[in-house]
């Protein structure tokens, strides 16, 4: 009976203790807190390429949340408002993968991400379906 009530007790303590552990540890900013900006990576020849990539990017501090699509080559990235993020310095980051971005930009508030062309840095022409897996 003692230890019933021994566990309850400990039990009780570890989640009182974890929820703030928890949002110290890793709290997750909300949608709010994070802009969205889009580029198109050149030189990408198939998944491990966009992997690395997508490695080297998440160790920046501003980002948040980056996809990297090995099929359409567009770079999707969460970042902090204040974020510093260039093709320069993107560039310079990715040489170990052998790819480069180019078209980089910060979208509007409430803008979706769309597909772009590398070539034109142009989303889809009017009429065209545009969507972004």
Same mark, same amino acid.
Do not use: Y
């Given at each position: 009976?003692?230890?019933?009530?021994?566990?309850?007790?400990?039990?009780?303590?570890?989640?009182?203790?974890?929820? /703030?552990?928890?949002?110290?540890?890793?709290?997750?900013?909300?949608?709010?807190?994070?802009?969205?900006?889009?580029?198109?990576?050149?030189?990408?020849?198939?998944?491990?390429?966009?992997?690395?990539?997508?490695?080297?990017?998440?160790?920046? /501090?501003?980002?948040?949340?980056?996809?990297?699509?090995?099929?359409?080559?567009?770079?999707?990235?969460?970042?902090?408002?204040?974020?510093?993020?260039?093709?320069?310095?993107?560039?310079?980051?990715?040489?170990?993968?052998?790819?480069?971005?180019?078209?980089?930009?910060?979208?509007?508030?409430?803008?979706?991400?769309?597909?772009?062309?590398?070539?034109?840095?142009?989303? /889809?022409? /009017?009429?065209?379906?545009?969507?972004?897996?």
């Amino acid at each position: 009976m003692r230890n019933n009530f021994l566990r309850k007790d400990l039990l009780a303590a570890a989640i009182l203790l974890w929820g /703030p552990m928890a949002t110290a540890w890793g709290q997750v900013p909300s949608n709010d807190a994070v802009v969205l900006v889009q580029g198109v990576v050149l030189g990408m020849h198939g998944p491990e390429q966009a992997r690395l990539a997508r490695q080297a990017i998440t160790g920046i /501090p501003e980002v948040r949340m980056v996809r990297v699509c090995p099929d359409s080559r567009n770079l999707f990235i969460h970042a902090v408002p204040e974020h510093q993020l260039t093709e320069a310095g993107l560039n310079a980051l990715l040489v170990g993968a052998g790819v480069q971005v180019r078209c980089l930009r910060q979208l509007e508030a409430g803008q979706d991400f769309i597909r772009i062309d590398a070539t034109t840095c142009a989303g /889809p022409a /009017p009429g065209q379906v545009n969507t972004v897996e």
